[in-house]
């Protein structure tokens, strides 16, 4: 941030009166652009029949990690819930028509300034298709899952939290948790982290 | 949003070929201006002895809804994670120590492009004092809670699900769930609903 998005004065970065970290206040105006981490949201649609389960992956069209697979997600929009937003990522990326189940990760990737939310979903039907911004669309039972080729750490951990809770389900029963977790050590990438990732 | 703030010049509300929503798109340098919602971050602070349960509010010193009451709560920043943000707003608006625990509420707030989060948390000593933002900290019993003083529905809504699960914690055991949300109808204020809450 150069400028003042109000009056197109130029902005200094200092600690305002009354606060404890630096913001960029406009030297004219005096308007203070907070800077505010934003919220990745996306769904793990599931797809269940005679005992099989399998979990639809896209393949990135966009950078950042165009090639590689990803669950449907992207950056939550003004006027829409967070369950909104993952109905939405889903049927653009994937084409996918889904029901939405309860909340499943949160997890945090604060060196990119950003926080990951991922739904629990069952796929309603086969009818899926890549949007725009997606390469390809499949349907991945757990060994054929492409783990050395996934987007974003916050994708491999929401698929293993997934797994790891399917075997205590099998296990002794129950139903799929709640996990939130921090991601400390984001994968690293050429292009730039902060950039859109769908 | 009206200029740049990357080069100064004007920006024009648009739709962006290949994306399905207006945007403020500078005519200089053609940066695409997102707007995304933020989280607000907070916990619910709960002090238990001899079988008597109280929450910790906080009476606000800064508008909107100056002389209300809310949980401690504020806009989470770059750089930390959800569980920091709620630690860090407790300590800043409350001076209150707390052992934080799981993650109790999520809110949309959609109207107002806010997701609030609110953390369990058990207060760890009565050494609690008014910061900067806050006329005065308190504990309240249940039947003491200024219900019509609350600063937001998503405080109220925060409480009620909490002494809800205490109903049912009493008869059936178990322990404090998690619970979504959406609010649609925010509490309106004379102040703008934007404005930082804390």
Redesign the interface.
């Known amino acids: ?11 200094a970065l200092f600690i305002p009166e ?1 606060d404890n ?1 630096p913001r960029y206040v406009c030297a004219q105006c005096a308007t203070i ?7 990745v949201v996306g769904s793990l649609p599931v797809w269940e029949r005679d005992g099989e389960l399998k979990v639809l992956l896209c393949k990135r069209a966009i950078e950042p990690r165009h090639g590689f697979w990803t669950l449907p997600a992207g ?10 937003a993952a109905i939405r990522e889903t049927e653009e990326e994937a084409g996918a028509n889904i029901a939405l189940g ?2 499943f990760t ?1 997890l ?1 990737v ?2 990119v ?1 950003q ?1 990951h939310l991922f739904y629990m979903a069952r796929l309603l039907d086969l009818d899926f298709a890549p949007g ?1 911004e997606s390469l390809e669309v499949k349907l991945f039972s757990e060994r054929e899952i492409p783990w050395d080729d996934l987007a974003f750490q916050t994708i491999r951990t929401t698929l293993e939290l997934f797994f790891a809770d399917r075997v205590k389900m099998q296990e002794g029963g129950g139903a799929h948790g ?1 996990h ?1 977790q ?1 991601i400390i050590r984001p994968m690293r990438f050429h292009s730039d982290p902060h950039s ?1 990732p769908g």
């Open positions: 941030m150069k400028f003042c998005s109000e009056c197109a004065h130029p902005v009354g970290r652009h907070y800077q505010n981490p934003k919220m950056f939550m929009e003004n006027n829409e819930t967070t369950a909104e309860g909340l949160l945090n604060a060196a300034h926080v725009i709640f939130s921090d859109e």
